[in-house]
């Protein structure tokens, strides 16, 4: 009798090189792109980001959390469909930024990552069947979810020292931002791409959006165009100054710029309209929650995204003229829109 526990016996026979492939599309998936050169590219960014700052260790995360979650779907033998898009992997890549960044540097704390990474594909494939009937998909959910429970439990074991994360508190006072000159608005409006990766790297936000122009021009524009969106809703609304200038408002409103606008409607005014106002909207939601989770000391990561793109896939709204929209997933063979010209029809991924 079989094992239940057996590597995806489809995606076991490719080569060296497309297993790589396949690694660095789950690095490209956090931003909806199915592309090994835009996951390349991302990386790139995450160490350059990281080096920078002189945490290396965020960097070297990241990529162990891509690396777990990317093996572990092939272990439960998850389907292959989503292992070749990549889709095992970009909850994992964000659980490898997010450990370090919060959590203090011992083994016991790269020990839960692994564990955490791992644990994002299966939540990730429950809250998908969960959410089926309602045609919406769990996007960056499993890891907001995984996250908060090991950041939260870090408070009672010594062994995860909670030395990045913020203190709980309530709402203090704060002042905008003060300079507002173009130079640092350009500056402010890159971090908030890289942010997505909990990267604070003006540089890293470049590479981010030359790795997204690989996959998809427009989709690398309404990136840019959210995080300027998104930065001046908050600059006109007075929002916390170091948050703003640090991209803090942005990066969420990234992901539903880009999830509205490019990926889950077929790029046109209508959805450019309705990403529009999903982006402003994410902002708010960005600020609600700030003030829900200070209380408990924790960050909201891209959970400001996920409840605002979920507001506005929901009501299946036939825009792009869909008679029957599903935003279950993101597949070029379920949004025919993403899909690209393949001498070969059954892999439209040759990136």
């Known amino acids: 009798m079989m094992s239940k526990i057996s590597l995806n016996e489809e995606l076991r026979r490719l080569s060296l090189l497309e297993q790589i492939r396949i690694l660095l599309r789950g690095a490209g998936q956090v931003m909806?792109?199915?592309s090994a050169?835009?996951?390349l590219l991302f990386l790139v960014g995450i160490f350059w980001g990281a080096y920078a700052s002189h945490t290396p260790e965020v960097a070297w995360g990241a990529l162990l959390g891509l690396v777990v979650s990317t093996l572990t779907g092939y272990m439960i033998d998850m389907?292959?469909?989503?292992?070749?898009q990549g889709l095992w992997g970009f909850n994992g890549v964000l659980v490898g930024c997010a450990f370090p960044t919060f959590l203090g540097n011992t083994f016991w704390v790269w020990i839960a990552l692994v564990l955490c990474s791992a644990m994002t594909v299966w939540v990730r494939t429950g809250m998908n069947n969960v959410m089926a009937p309602w045609r919406v998909n769990s996007f960056t959910m499993p890891f907001v979810f995984c996250t908060w429970i090991f950041i939260l439990a870090a408070r009672?074991?010594?062994?995860?020292?909670?030395?990045h994360l913020p203190d709980p508190s309530l709402p203090e006072s704060f002042s905008s931002v003060a300079d507002l000159h173009f130079k640092n608005l350009v500056i402010y409006c890159l971090k908030g791409v890289s942010q997505v990766f909990l990267i604070n790297s003006w540089v890293t936000g470049a590479l981010f959006l030359i790795g997204i122009a690989i996959s998809s021009p427009i989709a690398a524009l309404t990136a840019l165009g959210g995080s300027a969106l998104a930065l001046l809703?908050?600059?006109?609304?007075?929002?916390?100054g170091s948050e703003v200038a640090n991209g803090l408002y942005c990066f969420s409103a990234v992901l539903s710029a880009m999830a509205v606008g490019v990926v889950f409607y077929k790029p046109g005014l209508h959805s450019a309209m309705w990403a529009?106002?999903?982006?402003?909207?994410?902002?708010?939601?960005?600020a609600a929650m700030n003030v829900l989770l200070l209380p408990l000391g924790i960050a909201t990561l891209t959970a400001p995204f996920c409840f605002t793109t979920w507001l506005f896939l929901l009501p299946l709204l036939a825009i792009d003229k869909d008679e029957k929209p599903d935003h279950s997933n993101w597949n070029p063979n379920n949004k025919h829109h993403l899909a690209k010209p393949s001498r070969n029809s059954k892999q439209p991924l040759n990136n």
């Not at 529009?276 to 960005?286: E, K, P």
């Open 32 to 34: 909806f792109q199915p």
């Open 276 to 286: 529009i106002v999903a982006t402003i909207v994410t902002v708010f939601m960005q």
């Open 79 to 84: 389907p292959s469909e989503d292992g070749r």
């Open 233 to 240: 809703t908050a600059i006109l609304f007075g929002a916390a």
């Open 37 to 39: 050169w835009t996951g």
């Open 156 to 163: 009672a074991m010594n062994s995860m020292p909670p030395e």
